[in-house]
């Protein structure tokens, strides 16, 4: 079975600060694949990024990243210079080959102000 | 989330009575899941469609609790005899044919928020 584990609940932060958001999966499976998606306070869920197991290459999209660490069973996410527009729920998903579920963190809802 | 329809937006239904949720998928795909967002609870898979097939309903609650991939149309999520439990928002997305293994993304829609007084 696959777990993904979003250890911070809510993080507040000041416009313009850095804030990095945690996840930690599990799996027995040697290939999968690494979601992030935002929900802001409309509802949506918008996709953010995808990774697969195979590629460690981190990925930076203006302001932001992502940090893939095999070794932790980690895939962390950075945003640099945050915004009010930022304000929102983030979660992790995982999903392992020749499956099609996504297994979803319980969510960081992140608070920006100005 | 480019281009996977969901209506009604919000839904309002009284105890026992029916809910329908509908949702189409972005063009040219025809793999469909539903994900439920219950409070407190995080988004859980609930089933699993192709066209006209359901390939995996493992999430979906025994009772009361149906989906449906027509040939033509969208898909249909339907609750009947709804509880307050029920309340919830409730997610469509779909890949494309290859599934998540050849590199495709699961899309979501903007959900449909179901309260059930």
């Known amino acids: 079975a696959q777990k993904v584990t979003q250890a911070q609940t809510e993080i507040s932060v000041v416009e313009k600060e850095d804030v990095t958001l945690d996840c930690v999966y599990e799996t027995r499976d040697t290939t999968y694949y690494l979601f992030w998606y935002k929900q802001p306070p409309s509802g949506e869920l918008v996709f953010l990024i995808r990774?697969?197991?195979?590629?460690?290459q981190n990925e930076i999209s203006g302001r932001y990243s992502w940090n893939f660490q095999k070794s932790t069973s980690s895939f962390n996410f950075t945003i640099t210079a945050s915004q009010v527009v930022d304000s929102a729920v983030y979660f992790c998903a995982l999903s392992v080959f020749n499956d099609y579920k996504l297994s979803f963190g319980a969510g960081t809802t992140v608070t920006v102000r100005a | 989330n480019a281009g996977v329809m969901q209506n009604p937006r919000h839904l309002v239904r009284r105890r026992g009575q029916e809910a329908r949720l509908r949702c189409s998928p972005m063009k040219g795909h025809s793999h469909v899941y539903w994900y439920r967002q219950l409070p407190e609870e995080g988004l859980k898979f609930m089933v699993y469609?192709?066209?006209?097939?359901?390939?995996?309903e493992s999430g979906m609650p025994k009772e009361r609790f149906s989906a449906e991939f027509p040939k033509e149309g969208p898909s249909i999520l339907r609750i009947q005899q709804v509880v307050r439990g029920d309340s919830a928002a409730y997610f469509c997305?779909?890949?494309?044919?290859?599934?998540?293994?050849?590199?495709?993304?699961?899309?979501f829609g903007e959900g449909s928020w179901l309260t059930v007084v």
């Open positions: 997305a779909s890949s494309p044919n290859q599934g998540l293994n050849s590199g495709n993304t699961i899309y």
């Open positions: 469609l192709q066209k006209e097939n359901i390939i995996d």
């Open positions: 990774r697969n197991s195979f590629d460690e």
